[in-house]
Structure formats: C-alpha cells, structure tokens
DNA sequence: TTGCCCATGTAACTTGTTACATGATTGT
DNA sequence: ACAATCATGTAACAAGTTACATGGGCAA
C-alpha cells in the first residue's frame, strides 16, 4: 500500500524512468523504504493504470527505448493527502545480522564468525555513509546546513536523509561496541 | 526465510507459547524483526511439520488450552549454522513516517499535520525508551554492564537490545531537531 | 571474452497483512 | 457493562522475492 506513495514521493524530485528510479531506491530511499527495481516496475503500472502517474515513451539509438514517469494532477493530490494522515503500520526493520547475534551465544558458533559478520556491517555502514555525504553536498548546493533549512523551498528530502545518516552512524558505533566487547572477552578465554 | 530462524532464535530464551512468542515479537524482538501473530502460527507449524521444533499441549483449567513448543537438537543445528553464515539479504526498513517527510514540502500540506505526525513519533520513542529499560534491568540481574558483559554466558541478546535502545535514541534524537527545524520555519511566516 | 551497464519485463513462488471467529476470565 | 487478556486459528488477499529473458554497448 505505500510503496504506491513512496514511488510518488519519489517522482517529487522530477521525471525518472523505472531503471532510474530503482537506482534511487538503491542509494537514498532504501533508508526508509526497500524495494526491488521489479516491485517498482509493477508499481508503476498499476499507478499510470490508476492514472496517479502519466508515461512518456523517449526513443533512444544505441539504448532500448525507455519510458520516463511523472506525476499527474492527481498523483499529487492523493500524495498530498497520504503526507498529512497519521501512520497505518509501525516500522517494519528486518535485520538478518541482529538474529544471528541473538543466537551467537549457541556452543557451535564460532566467536571469529560472529565478529566478521561484524566487521562486514561496520564496512558497509562507512560506504553507505561515505555515499550520504555526497548527496548531502549536492543538496546543500555550497549553503550551510543552518541556512538551507531555513531558507529551502524543500526541505523534505534533507530531512530524511538527515535521518538516514544518524542512522547509519548509530549502526557504525553500535558495531564497534560489539567488537570491542567481543575481542575482549576472546582475549579472556 | 528468515523469520523462521527469528522464532528459533526467540525459543533460546526456553519454551513459549506461540501467544507469548507473539508478546515477545511485539516487545523486544519487534526491533529487528518485525512480525505479526498470524505469521508466527503459521510458521510454528511449519517448523514443527519440519522436526526443528516440538509442541507439547498444556491442559489448563479456566483457560484455553496452550502448545508450549521448544527447540529440538535439529533446531539448535540449523540456527547454529544460520547464525555464522553471512547474511543473504540487506536490512529491509518500512517507514511510513519518512515518505511522508519526504513529501512534505507540497502545498497542500499542513506544516501543523507535519509536525504533530513526528510529535507522536516522539511519544512512542520515548514509551519504547522505557520499556527496553525495564528488560536491560532485567537482563542485568543487578550487575553493571561492564560486569555483565565480561562474564554473562549469554550476550547475544544483551547485545540486541542496546542496538534497539541506541536506534531508538537517535529516532528521538532526529525527531527533535525536524521539530525544531519546523518550529523555526513556522516562525518566520 | 568476460562481465557490467542500460532498460524492461514475465512468471512462479514465498511472505506478510487483514478480517474474522471462538469463548471464558479479569479488571475498571 | 465494556474492554482487555488469554489462546488459537482459518481464509482471502496484498506485497515482496527470485529466476529468467532480451540485446546492444562499452571497458578491462
């Protein structure tokens, strides 16, 4: 049901094809909201089905044709009225990584594995950083924080990659808490 | 896949009821692996037709009737392997709340609707805040954490619960500077 | 020459959600 | 009297995942 309206939300910042879109939710949205490049595809048929979205086939040599999305009037009003209703369902997070620590106690589970799945998360918390910090720039557009919150047109979109990037970084220390606990109970034992 | 290995995971903690299972998931497992009752009954008896996990009903009087279910040996291998295996997928989130930051800036949205959407977020970071206090308590048994941490046999979920305590924070942390940032907007028109 | 990028899609399958049903007990 | 708790479940439906297919361009 809202994978209909982070599309449309999506669609906000201009025009894009799916492929193009499915990029986006690969970098940016996926902080908030995952999908599949084929979820999407769906999705945006359903919605120019709907007439929430319109298609624009653009014919390209030496590419396929692509088709680019947009919004239509009313796309934005049913985005309009979604932004400002309360929640249906509370967050939904599936981490893979907090099971396997949650069972990491169990007597065949080596302490050294435990700590690469670790580390491997840690790695992947500083790439995806390293990645916010590069939207942020282009946002920002050479202002300062201060000033661009409170002379922006939008602010939206730097406000939920505010949220992605302390999200990530409370990831990033969580993780080096963890290692620093494990490593020192191996040299215990 | 996983959720299978989420249930596994929440019978370490020693037999449960697949309503108790449901409390848990709803409580302290709810941070990571989100979940409703009916997919928790629905995968108890798939995991039981599968040998990883046996039922034992309780007869009780004033009360229906309840199926304890507990690991078996077959259980505790395939989380075991589970647990030091890498993950398969990326960590999936679903945030209504942030689609609707991110759509925000539109006209026909209430700067006022806004900010009472992550007002009430706030209201239930801070309700979450308490109970995983209440659970940290519990888990530490009166010791400190650096006490507990050296020498608990098991930290895994010791481990889990300061992740979601530390999400949480920042959740609350992020949900008072937008209030601030919209306060300060609505201020200067 | 192997593999990734662009660009879209179909089909089969697995998960997750919602609404409903039962029925006694306990608390306000 | 009404709602919540305990305790489980069925059925219908919506959403998400995985594997596969197409086919030229481009870089190491």
Chains 1, 2 share one sequence.
Do not use: H
């Amino acid at each position: 049901m809202s994978l209909k309206y982070a599309v449309l939300a999506a669609l906000l910042e201009g025009e894009a094809s799916g492929y193009e879109l499915s990029k986006l939710f690969d970098v940016s949205f996926a902080n908030f909201w995952a999908s599949t490049p084929q979820q999407l595809y769906r999705e945006l048929e359903r919605l120019e089905r709907d007439g929430l979205v319109r298609a624009r086939v653009v014919r390209q040599e030496r590419r396929p044709d692509k088709r680019m999305f947009s919004l239509t009037e009313s796309g934005r009003r049913d985005l309009e009225t979604f932004a400002a209703a309360p929640p249906k369902r509370p967050t939904a997070i599936r981490d893979e990584l907090m099971i396997k620590i949650q069972a990491m106690d169990l007597d065949g589970v080596d302490p050294e594995a435990t700590c690469a799945l670790v580390e491997e998360r840690a790695t992947w918390a500083r790439a995806k950083l390293d990645r916010y910090a590069r939207v942020r720039e282009r946002l920002l557009g050479g202002r300062t924080e201060e000033e661009f919150l409170r002379r922006a047109d939008r602010i939206g979109p730097y406000l939920t990659l505010m949220g992605g990037i302390a999200f990530e970084e409370e990831n990033l220390r969580w993780c080096e808490r963890v290692l620093a606990v494990l490593r020192s109970r191996a040299a215990l034992s």
